[in-house]
């Protein structure tokens, strides 16, 4: 049996070379939501106003993780000062397990931190030469200027399927983007172009690299059997994953409970001397969506939240004398 890397895990965000994120006093009096998406990506509101959309869904603490980029963050900032909304800056990284796409988010990252900005102009590469597979794809199927079109509507966000998604439908070619990926971009489909993403090692690297915790996002949506999930959190607690999105969107309260069974078992494999930690989100990406609605999910009180890594900078913060 080959043998598991060592645990070469971030215990602290003040670890990894930045000073600590404190968070200020009211960021958990109201929702959390550490997982969205905006037009820097593939969200359909700007970074401001995902803001003000989460402001007025009762979130205190929000980390806007759009898919490898931080071009929102700056905008969003602005926005939650002056909306008294505390921002993690995040991201979420696509990387791969073996030959299965997986998405890590990086919370509380250095968004000028050279080991960020090398993992994102990787995969800006990637993704570009992706979209002109896509593309050509498209065309041969007789959908000609879908390159051009997802480009335009991706502006200056980082391009992606949904965005050839919103094209098709814009274009007439099907009535709504749920069914453009039925048909033409999801798995085993024409659009279904597999990429070489960077390793889950690579990309949890990275992260701590940013000063950032890194977390497994979504687990429930790769559509793996229990024992391959299992296999795949154990390799992510022994390569130094942080924490695991225990709850994205609304869920079904079995699903949650199994998953944090499975947290736990993985962590025990992996001999990892801490247990994971949780975080929560609604991969948010646009309006009309209650089930991903910002702030629509709340962690249950019997699980360490990953919140706790800046509660404790912000602790030691404040007791630490003038």
Not at 154 to 165: E, I, K, Q, T
Not at 216 to 240: E, Q, S
């Amino acid at each position: 049996m080959k043998a598991r890397p060592s645990i070469a895990r971030v215990a602290n965000v003040a670890t990894a070379g930045m000073p600590p994120v404190a968070l200020p006093a009211g960021a958990l009096e109201g929702c959390v939501d550490l997982h969205c998406h905006s037009t820097a990506s593939d969200g359909i509101l700007s970074p401001a106003e995902l803001v003000s959309r989460a402001k007025s869904c009762g979130v205190t603490l929000l980390s806007l993780t759009d898919h490898d980029t931080v071009a929102g963050i700056a905008e969003a900032q602005v926005a939650a000062a002056a909306a008294g909304v505390t921002l993690l800056p995040g991201i979420e990284l696509s990387s791969r397990w073996g030959k299965q796409l997986v998405h890590i988010v990086g919370l509380g990252v250095d968004t000028g931190s050279e080991a960020l900005r090398r993992a994102i102009s990787e995969r800006d590469g990637l993704r570009s030469e992706r979209a002109e597979h896509i593309g050509a794809r498209l065309e041969k199927r007789g959908f000609y200027g879908a390159l051009d079109g997802a480009r335009r509507l991706a502006g200056d966000g980082v391009l992606g399927r949904p965005h050839f998604a919103r094209w098709l439908v814009e274009a007439g070619h099907v009535e709504d983007t749920a069914r453009a990926f039925k048909r033409y971009l999801g798995a085993g489909k024409c659009g279904d172009v597999s990429v070489e993403w960077p390793q889950l090692e690579e990309t949890i690297a990275a992260v701590h690299g940013a000063g950032g915790c890194a977390v497994l996002a979504h687990p429930l949506k790769y559509g793996m059997t229990r024992t391959r999930l299992l296999r795949l959190m154990t390799d992510f607690c022994a390569v130094g994953g942080d924490a695991v999105e225990l709850l994205c969107g609304r869920q079904n309260p079995v699903q949650t409970r199994e998953l944090a069974r499975l947290m736990a078992e993985a962590a025990q494999a992996a001999e990892r001397p801490t247990a994971l930690l949780c975080s929560l989100g609604s991969d948010f990406h646009q309006p009309g969506q209650p089930w991903r609605e910002l702030g629509c999910t709340h962690l249950p009180a019997d699980v360490e939240p990953v919140w706790n890594l800046w509660q404790t900078s912000a602790n030691a913060t404040a007791a630490k004398p003038d």
